[in-house]
């Protein structure tokens, strides 16, 4: 049984950060002694002490002996794993990873069609082939949630060479699919189950949190300890189990895609924030399900609001209840607008808004206070002056927005682009006027907000209808990332 109570590498690290010498190494500023003062101003000098490099008795993130080892094996009994590598380039760089640990070039791999544009990153670097699946959409409340069992036992079933499933849980807005089952699938054909649970590290901690992907059979999860958890941003963690994926490769991955100067900070903050859950975690997840819980009541209880519960409906197995999602749209305001009053006027600011919703992450920062400005701002919202006099355009728009949502996505359809993402990426490319791309191969990914699912991926053919749906996502005031030209004037094509 190990000690939990135990920081080693926070210990190590300040006791070196203490430890009086004459620094001939990097960083450049010295513990402190070379930093700009604006910046000494905002962060002080302190924290700079402990900015240092792999000395002796800090480890190696990439060979770990000492104080890292023993904080990783803290971590993956904590987070019920067999191992845990710890990451300080973001989930990102987990993901990426995994897909290369799995899968060789040309191998087929099974991802949801929301998957996050690093998984996008991981096939370019690996040139595995995906096989997509939509996840099921649900018209009424204008969401994404998850891909089902049943659409991954159809993919398997038509492409049975995969190397492995992909999947995400939960999704942005807390939504979580049926993990166990489709475990189960991907076991009865020998390949591992690799999750994106960027958004879950607090699943392993409470009884009334929905189920850690680990816990229901998944082989590999990567988490964002700092989305929703106490570690510094771009803070995360990988856990493994079983013998489906190659440890030594996945090393080996992760080198390709971390730092060889791995921040300690992030490290230690790591090594911090999984003491802190191994001894408070059901405590802390209690008062932020309490808090979770305040929100929804009174903000249900707000004319023209409602607050998204879980469902019966395929893709929704299960909610995470500290995820808080609002539709506003019944207020003749988009998402997008009533983010920028928040932001702007209420001092209150969402963590991402999309046509008809607001989401907001509640965690074990927050605070009453937090709640009450939440709930004070939503009823300013509903005042008069905020409401626009005529709201049929909105609804029109949304109307048809969701129509051609389910056009160009429909529920479970399983896509296989023409050509690889790592083929489609470098190969030989010009930029067309977007009309002259109808029946060409797209060179790159473009992904409206809302909803999050890609629209386009490098290696697939253009098309008509998502030509439309991506012109009246912009309309509506959506946004398009990863595309050079995000105004949709132009698309980059495969030459």
Known sequence: MLDQTKAPLLKALQESAHRPHAPFYAPGHKRGQGIPQPLADLLGRSVFWADLPELPELDNLFAPEGVIKEAQELAAAAFGADHTYFLVNGSTSGVMAAILATCNQGDQIILPRNIHQCAIAGLVLSGAIPIFINPEYDPLTGLAYSITPAAVATALKRYPDVKAVMMLYPTYQGVCGDIQAIAQLAHQHNIPLLVDEAHGPHFAFHPDLPPSALSVGADLTVQSTHKVLGAMTQASMLHIQGNRVDRERLSKSLQLVQSTSPSYLLL????????????????????????????????????????????????????????????????????????????????????????????????LGNTEADIQQLVQAFTTLTQERYRPKCITRLQEAIQQWKAEMLFV???????????????????????????????????????????????????????????????????????????????????????
């Open 268 to 363: 230690a903050s790591l090594d911090a924030a999984r003491q802190q859950m191994a001894l408070h975690g059901e405590q802390l997840m209690t008062r932020t399900l309490y808090l979770a819980q305040e929100a929804t009541s009174k903000i249900s209880r707000i004319p023209g609001l409602s607050v998204l519960e879980p469902v019966n409906t395929p893709g929704f197995f299960a909610l995470d209840r500290t995820r808080l999602v609002v539709r506003i749209s019944e207020l003749g305001l988009s998402g997008f607008e009533a983010d920028e009053i928040f932001h702007q006027q209420l001092g209150v600011t969402a963590e991402l808004p999309t046509l008809e919703h607001l989401t907001f992450i509640i965690s």
């Open 409 to 495: 996505h429909p529920s479970s359809f399983i896509i296989h682009p023409a050509l690889s993402p790592r083929e489609a990426f470098f190969a030989p490319t010009e930029t067309l006027p977007v009309d002259q791309t109808l029946d060409r191969i797209s060179a790159e990914w473009v992904c409206p907000y809302p909803p999050g699912i890609p629209a386009l991926m490098p290696g697939e053919m253009i098309n008509p209808a998502a030509l439309e749906y991506l012109q009246q996502v912009l309309i509506l005031g959506g946004t398009l990332t990863g595309c050079s030209d995000p105004s949709l004037k132009t698309l980059k094509v495969v030459r």
